[in-house]
């Protein structure tokens, strides 16, 4: 009897382990997927620096978690977190474009504006 109770004991604990790892990348992905939608919904002229740097900070750390996830991901989750950070790469390159593209519109406006005269 004791033996039976555990190894029933062992198969579940080993069950909820397994379960546990099983949703630990499916977690992962819902939480980046959040963080870049709400990114891309972000007005970058209207951000402040401090949010920008919370975004830097917060993307290093979900791509440290990544590292330890990636081991257990489905090719479907994987394939998934990949077009999720390109989505982010693709709107952060687009912020600092069009932030770069202002800078150089005022110093051409700065240079090359009309003279009074």
Do not use: H
């Not at 033996?3 to 546990?20: A, D, I, N, Q």
């Amino acid at each position: 009897m004791r033996m039976k109770r555990f190894f029933v004991c062992c198969l579940v604990t080993m069950l909820g382990v397994s379960v546990m790892k099983a949703d630990r990348p499916t977690e992962f992905i819902d939480k980046y997927e959040l963080f870049v939608n709400e990114v891309v919904e972000l007005d970058c002229k209207t951000a402040e620096p401090e949010t920008m740097d919370s975004l830097k900070l917060v993307y290093k750390a979900l791509t440290k978690e990544y590292k330890g996830v990636k081991k257990i991901m489905t090719q479907i989750q994987l394939e998934k977190y990949y077009n999720l950070k390109a989505k982010y790469q693709k709107t952060v390159t687009l912020w600092k474009t069009k932030r770069g593209a202002r800078a150089v519109g005022g110093w051409m406006k700065g240079t090359f504006g009309k003279k009074k005269g």
